[in-house]
């Protein structure tokens, strides 16, 4: 397996246009996770998945954020419109189950100007 | 929701010191304690984690303690070397949330 993918690597959008982060995760897994990254807040956890199905969305920042997984095989995390603030890396996790390793993609970094 | 804290955020030690890291969490239903390194423009990976019924956990030069009545663990490092120098995060899962809630990042640097 490759692992995690994320696309695209680096994103550069004006603010106020609408970015769309992919993520296919590990074949198999149950469970995908959204991450931002910045330097003030470390790993922040945005949403997570089991088997398709949004379980908390209780980190998503505001309502300009959502995330689909239409399958097993595919997520997106969407900003629109998006702000400087936006600015991160994003990372897209998943893991087989209950307490065990979770896997990273190699993340998109998002600059927003 | 689970609240972690990690200290300390930067930690200097010099080649062949040891080095330890501390997290400590809110949530006594808290049951996976995994820790990640995260180098430079990379991706974190997991290095060590550890289980609640596990008071610590040896792999080479890594260890992880586990203090549930206290409800803190932490990474040790021994005989550090220049290659470990990166940022370390300290994550908590919970049994029946399954989340994975990070700790904020300890910058690690041997000179």
């Known amino acids: 397996d490759a692992g995690v993918i994320q696309s695209p690597r680096h994103e550069v959008t004006e603010m106020g246009q609408e970015v769309t982060l992919r993520c296919k995760p590990i074949s198999g897994h149950d469970y995908l996770f959204w991450y931002r990254q910045t330097m003030m807040r470390g790993l922040e956890l945005l949403i997570y998945f089991n088997n398709n199905v949004p379980i908390d969305d209780s980190g998503m920042p505001e309502d300009r954020f959502s995330a689909k997984m239409p399958n097993a095989s595919f997520s997106t995390l969407k900003i629109q419109p998006s702000e400087p603030r936006d600015s991160a890396v994003y990372f897209c996790?998943?893991?087989?189950?209950?307490?065990?390793?979770?896997?990273f993609g190699q993340g998109t970094r998002l600059t927003v100007v | 929701g689970e609240n972690v804290e990690q200290h300390p955020s930067t930690l200097s030690v010099q080649e062949g010191d040891s080095a330890v890291i501390k997290c400590t969490y809110s949530?006594?239903?808290?049951?996976?304690f995994p820790w990640y390194k995260q180098e430079l423009g990379k991706r974190p990976q997991l290095i060590i984690d550890i289980r609640s019924n596990v008071g610590e956990k040896k792999d080479q030069r890594i260890a992880v303690t586990l203090n549930k009545t206290a409800k803190h663990f932490s990474l040790h490092i021994t005989e550090t070397q220049p290659e470990d120098s990166a940022v370390y995060f300290c994550a908590v899962g919970e049994y029946n949330n399954n989340d994975m809630r990070f700790g904020a990042g300890t910058r690690l640097t041997v000179k």
């Open positions: 996790a998943s893991k087989a189950g209950l307490n065990t390793e979770a896997f």
């Open positions: 949530d006594s239903a808290s049951n996976y």
